[in-house]
T-cell receptor
Framework: DGGITQSPKYLFRKEGQNVTLSCEQNLNHDAMYWYRQDPGQGLRLIYYSQIVNDFQKGDIAEGYSVSREKKESFPLTVTSAQKNPTAFYLC??????????FGQGTRLTVV | AQSVTQLDSQVPVFEEAPVELRCNYSSSVSVYLFWYVQYPNQGLQLLLKYLSGSTLVESINGFEAEFNKSQTSFHLRKPSVHISDTAEYFCAVSDFFGNEKLTFGTGTRLTIIP
């Protein structure tokens, strides 16, 4: 079945640690996105990529990094510079902006 | 730049009553419009979309939305809600002139009261 797979579903981070969230898609979509969701704030765009080896900052990119070495994969690293990383992270992909397909999300908690 | 406003953060509705979830957008270019639904601890699922053509679009589970260009709105309606409609609903907009960036509203939590 085609779709987007995010892993892990739950992730715990210690203070000062970097962690990487995985996002893989087999939909052959060019564009991929990372969103952060906090209660009452909707979805805020962290990074997006419209093509392999290219990506752009979204509205809240500070403290995050991404790579796009393959069309299918768009991992997100939450660095120690992100002071409030506890949130629900959603990965999505689209084909020419007509419809976004989402993964099931990763819930990151700082312990 | 584009933006989406969902004025109601929470909407309680009695079962079998009608509901309208409001969405207004702002954009300097033509847009695509979407409604997504999110159940607890899950990703978002597309409910319906407006790309072009008829301004009234419908979903398979009884929701409909109407694109109103003059009022820059895309309100979501259902004539009779069910308990299973309890979820969070997000309106979104994308600019189809080369920039595929999706912008979301802050969401409306729909609670159905038995």
């Amino acid at each position: 079945d085609g779709g987007i797979t995010q892993s892990p579903k739950y992730l715990f981070r210690k203070e000062g640690q970097n962690v990487t969230l995985s996002c893989e898609q087999n939909l052959n979509h060019d564009a991929m996105y990372w969103y952060r969701q906090d209660p009452g704030q909707g979805l805020r765009l962290i990074y997006y990529s419209q093509i392999v080896n290219d990506f752009q900052k979204g509205d809240i990119a500070e403290g995050y990094s991404v790579s796009r070495e393959k069309k299918e994969s768009f991992p997100l690293t939450v660095t120690s510079a992100q002071k409030n990383p506890t949130a629900f992270y959603l990965c999505a992909s689209t084909i020419r902006g007509t419809e976004a397909f989402f993964g099931q999300g990763t819930r990151l908690t700082v312990v | 730049a584009q933006s989406v406003t969902q004025l109601d953060s929470q909407v309680p509705v009695f079962e079998e009553a009608p509901v309208e979830l409001r969405c207004n957008y702002s954009s300097s270019v033509s847009v695509y419009l979407f409604w997504y639904v999110q159940y607890p601890n899950q990703g978002l699922q597309l409910l319906l979309k407006y790309l072009s053509g008829s301004t009234l679009v419908e979903s398979i589970n009884g929701f409909e939305a109407e694109f109103n260009k003059s009022q820059t709105s895309f309100h979501l309606r259902k004539p009779s809600v069910h308990i299973s409609d309890t979820a969070e609903y997000f309106c979104a907009v994308s600019d189809f002139f080369g920039n595929e960036k999706l912008t979301f509203g802050t969401g409306t939590r729909l609670t159905i009261i038995p």
